[in-house]
């Protein structure tokens, strides 16, 4: 099954949430890759925070995206992840 991001928006710790296509609200956290070539320099929170939907998944300003499938399968659900409850 292929999952699409449809609205990502940045939190912090470096973690995000994503909206999919299917009404699900997940967090992913992005901490694990910061130490992985272009994703190093998401260590900037201004450009880790201009996070931006492209085409199903989410990529940055320099390049660094994710498979919108490991977003998904690697994330938890916000109902899941007490401590890191987003606010409306």
């Known amino acids: 099954m292929s999952h699409t991001v449809i609205a990502v928006k940045p939190l912090p710790s470096y973690k995000l949430l994503l ?3 299917n009404g699900e609200n997940r967090i992913f956290d992005v901490t694990p890759y910061l130490s992985l070539g272009v994703f190093a320099e998401l260590k900037d929170v201004s450009l880790f925070n201009a996070v931006r939907i492209s085409f ?7 390049g660094a995206d994710l498979c919108p499938d490991l977003l998904y399968t690697d994330s938890l659900p916000v109902n899941q ?3 890191s409850q987003p606010s409306a």
């Open 81 to 83: 992840t007490p401590s």
């Open 56 to 62: 199903d998944t989410v990529e940055w300003q320099n």
């Open 19 to 21: 909206t999919f296509e």
